[in-house]
Structures are given as structure tokens and as C-alpha cells.
């Protein structure tokens, strides 16, 4: 099952919404959406709202997608993921983190909108 995509661009960012089963391949190819539209904006950050993605993402998967975003997305943008339960997701940001990605997870989008304010 694919995800369901909304891009939108507000003010300072582009938001992306996300919702659906969660897959490896519907988060890999959503990533590859992040890019595709990033590239097509002018906005440096980028919020991706993936609080409505339903399942658990095994611990595995979190090190690859870390280690995928860092391969598919530009470094010069900033992205801010906003996971319902950021705790867990974590090991997703210091792994694309540690690969030289400009990234946060956060729990909402008020959080959200302050990191990508203070970069």
C-alpha cells in the first residue's frame, strides 16, 4: 500500500503530509517525494508530517532510512520530521544525522515550525 501525499508550501517552508500503512518501500519512495519537491521549490526546510504513517517502524528499518535520506536528499535544505512518538525515532535522526543530514523529529508542528526558525 503506497503512501498518500499532500505538498504544500507555507511562508518560509514546504510541508509535506503523509498517512497510510507504514512499508519500508512507501517510506523510501516518500523520501525520494521529499526530494522531488524540494528541488522544485525554493524553500530551504522542509516539515514532513508523518504522524498519520499507521505502524511500528522496526529498529532496522530506522538505520536504513536514516542511511537512505542522507543518499536521496540535498544537504543544503533542513528537514524536520514530526513523529507522533519522537522518542523511539531518535536512532532515525542521529543516524541521517550522522551522515550530514540537517535534521529533527519532533512531536508537532509548533515544534517543528521553532527548529526550522532557529537554523
Same mark, same amino acid.
Given at each position: 500500500? !503506497?503512501?498518500?501525499?499532500?505538498? @504544500?508550501? %507555507?511562508?518560509?517552508?514546504l /510541508?509535506?503530509? &503523509?498517512?497510510?500503512?507504514?512499508?519500508?518501500?512507501?517510506?523510501?519512495?516518500?523520501?525520494?517525494?521529499?526530494?522531488?519537491? !524540494?528541488?522544485?521549490s525554493?524553500? @530551504?526546510? %522542509?516539515?514532513?508530517?508523518? /504522524?498519520?504513517? &499507521?505502524g511500528?517502524?522496526?529498529?532496522?528499518?530506522?538505520?536504513v532510512l536514516?542511511?537512505?535520506?542522507?543518499?536521496?536528499?540535498?544537504?543544503s535544505?533542513?528537514?524536520?520530521l514530526?513523529?507522533?512518538?519522537?522518542?523511539?525515532?531518535?536512532?532515525?535522526?542521529?543516524?541521517?544525522?550522522n551522515?550530514?543530514?540537517?535534521?529533527?523529529?519532533?512531536?508537532?508542528?509548533?515544534?517543528?515550525?521553532?527548529?526550522?526558525?532557529?537554523l
Amino acid at each position: 500500500m !503506497s503512501l498518500e501525499v499532500q505538498v @504544500q508550501e %507555507v511562508n518560509s517552508y514546504l /510541508s509535506i503530509r &503523509a498517512e497510510g500503512q507504514y512499508s519500508l518501500a512507501g517510506l523510501s519512495g516518500l523520501f525520494d517525494r521529499v526530494k522531488a519537491e !524540494s528541488d522544485k521549490s525554493t524553500h @530551504q526546510g %522542509v516539515i514532513l508530517d508523518v /504522524s498519520k504513517v &499507521a505502524g511500528t517502524i522496526p529498529f532496522m528499518d530506522m538505520f536504513v532510512l536514516g542511511d537512505y535520506c542522507s543518499k536521496a536528499w540535498n544537504q543544503s535544505f533542513r528537514i524536520v520530521l514530526i513523529f507522533p512518538e519522537v522518542g523511539i525515532y531518535n536512532f532515525f535522526e542521529t543516524v541521517a544525522r550522522n551522515r550530514g543530514v540537517q535534521i529533527a523529529v519532533v512531536p508537532n508542528l509548533g515544534a517543528a515550525i521553532e527548529w526550522l526558525a532557529l537554523l
